[in-house]
């Protein structure tokens, strides 16, 4: 199966600024996606990315706030943008699945804003 | 509505076999019946995955009855390894490449000794 790497794997940062997430895949995918899961809760679909073409947004996200890049098929980045305390989440890149292969995913990003 | 609908919590001893129940009564035709477990500090990693009737392999079972309103997933003989937080998800398979999954409230597995 795929190896996900997320970087960073965690990170403490201060309100107001950003930060942008890396997932990088060992081998080529269609599909990323990212996900948000905040404190004891369980995990919200951002965006779904697709090499080539501009990501898909869920209700209650935005480009602004979560501009998505994937400029290949290995690599997407995700950003917090103007990060404010309630942005404290783990963020989690999965790459689409194939016929032998379900949907999996990295191990996320702890992120926590002071 | 919630798609699904599952225990918040279960305890279990080790060496027991642990049955968690989830409930999908809107459970469309095409639909899929999916579970991850999801480890602390680890993003959710697949299980299984069935349409009907019973799916084994190598870490569980699936049971899901005739009606497809609920399903059952089922551990043998849990270990403290085991002790984690199970999502049951209905939709598109998630080894369909363009499948978006909905993660539902899941259920905190705790194994003792």
């Known amino acids: 199966s795929a190896v996900i790497s997320q970087k960073p794997s965690r990170d403490i940062c201060q309100r107001g600024t950003s930060l942008t997430i890396q997932c990088q895949v060992d081998?080529?995918?269609?599909?990323m996606f990212w996900y948000r899961q905040q404190p004891g809760q369980s995990l919200t679909l951002i965006a779904t990315?697709?090499?080539?073409?501009?990501?898909?947004?869920e209700s209650g996200f935005v480009i602004d706030k979560f501009p998505i890049s994937r400029p290949n098929l290995t690599f997407s980045t995700l950003t917090v943008s103007n990060m404010s305390p309630e942005d404290s989440s783990i963020y989690l890149c999965?790459?689409?699945?194939?016929?032998?292969?379900?949907?999996?995913f990295g191990d996320g990003t702890r992120l926590s804003i002071l | 509505l919630a798609k699904t609908t599952q225990p918040i919590s279960m305890d279990s001893y080790e060496g027991q076999e642990v049955n968690i129940t989830c409930s999908h009564n809107n459970i469309a035709t095409n639909d899929y019946i999916t579970w991850y477990q999801q480890f602390p500090s680890q993003g959710p990693r697949f299980i299984i995955q069935?349409?009907?009737t019973k799916v084994t392999n190598e870490v569980a079972s699936l049971f899901i009855p005739a009606d497809r309103k609920s399903s059952t997933l089922s551990l043998p003989r849990v270990s403290l390894s085991d002790t984690a937080v199970y999502y049951c998800?209905?939709?598109?398979?998630?080894?369909?490449?363009?499948?978006?999954?909905?993660f539902g409230k899941g259920t905190m597995l705790l194994v003792s000794p």
């Open positions: 999965s790459v689409g699945g194939s016929l032998n292969q379900p949907q999996h």
């Open positions: 990315a697709n090499q080539g073409s501009e990501a898909t947004y």
């Open positions: 998800l209905v939709g598109d398979p998630p080894n369909s490449g363009y499948s978006t999954l909905t």
């Open positions: 081998s080529q995918v269609t599909m």
């Open positions: 069935g349409y009907k």
